[in-house]
Nanobody
């Protein structure tokens, strides 16, 4: 059974930092490209960042230069370091396992975590 469990969300002031983790099990983690997506209230889920099995990274323009995605294959864990947080980063953040297609498409992922709330106050 595949499980993805996010942690590390919380309430932070604008300009602050958070580090999200996504612990996985039942997945061939080291061979999977992984991603973070987020969904703000009243908005569609949007792509944030992805990392391929070979450690190539992709970022949405809105987070480029502020967020950093990484992975630890020995721990089967995905990370998202978020710096210089802005109120518009407030959302539920999901990790997901990529299966193919466009990173921006929700259909590109075959497994999802339950999400972790990030709230950035101004």
């Amino acid at each position: 059974q595949v499980q993805l469990v996010e942690s590390g969300g919380g309430l932070v002031q604008a300009g602050g930092s958070l580090r999200l983790s996504c612990a996985t099990s039942g997945l061939s983690f080291s061979t999977k490209s992984m991603a973070w997506l987020r969904q703000a209230p009243g908005k569609e889920r949007e792509f944030v960042s992805a990392i391929t099995w070979s450690d190539y990274t992709y970022y949405a323009d809105s987070v480029k230069g502020r967020f950093a995605i990484s992975r630890d294959n020995a721990k089967n864990t995905l990370y998202l370091q978020m710096n210089i947080l802005k109120p518009e980063d407030t959302a539920v953040y999901y990790c997901a396992a990529f299966t193919g297609g466009r990173y921006s498409s929700a259909n590109a992922y075959d497994y999802w975590g339950q999400g972790t709330q990030v709230t950035v106050s101004s």
